[in-house]
């Protein structure tokens, strides 16, 4: 089983806050050097996705009641605030760091393993951090923009750090195989299922989907670095804009 990281699924979650159902009028060329083998492993992804994962999400969601889908959600999200919290740390943010580590001790203890959320309402705010932030903390270029086979959407420099990131994941420290990958499987399944609904938003639209979401993916990367407040300059040397067209009409659901 491939473990897939989150961001192979960021850009659904962008799609459907910054898409109403308008396109990305510019690339980001001078970013996506490798753009013709970027092109069609994007291909190759989206043909797995619909073939396999999107249908196996689809059954999970109508065969799972929504309570228990939100468990697994939180247990997942439980262990990654280990991850959080230490990348958190080495960025110098001492504050962050505590605060994640107080959610994942309270989650996993008053939250039965993490299954509950109780840390949020006693005003501990849930952070996402990765070592590909952290290098670009500390002023690592992110690289060409890069598309990983079965990993989705990245750049050179956030490939390097998603091995850095998997040690304190707990696949690890799974020693008996079939547990390990079928939890796994759960994870990825469970993603994909939170997201089938921003999914179908970006597959209704008239764009260029990997342009959309090669520019999606480089512009919310800058701005995680940057803690939401990238320097508009380095958002100018991307070349993207995500701004719908003033005739865009909200799809109804």
């Known amino acids: 089983m491939i473990s897939i990281n989150r961001n192979y699924f960021a850009f659904f979650t962008i799609a459907s806050l910054t898409l109403l159902s308008g396109c990305a009028s510019t690339t980001a060329s001078k970013a996506d050097p490798l753009e013709g083998l970027n092109r069609a492993t994007y291909a190759f992804n989206d043909a797995v996705d619909?073939?396999?994962?999107?249908?196996?999400?689809?059954?999970y969601q109508t065969v799972t009641p929504g309570f228990f889908r939100a468990g697994v959600r939180n247990l997942f999200t439980n262990i990654g605030d280990v991850a959080t919290s230490?990348?958190?740390?080495?960025?110098g943010k001492g504050g962050d760091a505590a605060s994640d580590a107080g959610r994942f001790l309270i989650n996993s203890t008053l939250g039965v393993l993490g299954l509950f959320d109780v840390a949020?309402?006693?005003?501990?705010?849930?952070?996402?951090?990765?070592?590909?932030?952290?290098?670009?903390?500390?002023?690592?270029?992110?690289?060409?923009?890069?598309?990983?086979?079965l990993m989705g959407p990245s750049t050179l420099r956030d490939a390097v750090?998603?091995?850095v990131d998997s040690y304190v994941g707990y696949s690890r420290y799974i020693d008996h195989i079939p547990?390990?990958?079928?939890?796994?499987?759960?994870?990825?399944?469970?993603?994909?299922?939170?997201?089938?609904?921003?999914?179908?938003?970006?597959?209704?639209?008239?764009?260029?989907?990997?342009?959309?979401?090669?520019?999606?993916y480089l512009q919310r990367r800058l701005r995680s670095v940057h803690d939401g407040k990238a320097p508009q300059e380095k958002l100018d040397q991307l070349e993207v804009d995500l701004t719908p067209p003033a005739n865009a009409k909200v799809e109804k659901k």
Not at 86 to 91: A, D, E, G
Not at 195 to 213: N, V
């Open 50 to 59: 619909r073939a396999v994962l999107e249908p196996v999400a689809k059954g």
């Open 86 to 91: 230490l990348n958190n740390l080495l960025q």
């Open 120 to 149: 949020t309402p006693m005003g501990l705010e849930k952070h996402n951090e990765d070592f590909g932030q952290t290098l670009g903390k500390w002023g690592v270029n992110s690289g060409p923009f890069l598309v990983i086979p």
């Open 161 to 163: 750090g998603r091995p």
């Open 179 to 216: 547990t390990r990958n079928s939890t796994l499987g759960l994870e990825i399944i469970d993603l994909r299922a939170n997201l089938l609904g921003a999914s179908s938003t970006l597959d209704a639209a008239a764009l260029d989907k990997y342009q959309f979401i090669r520019d999606a």
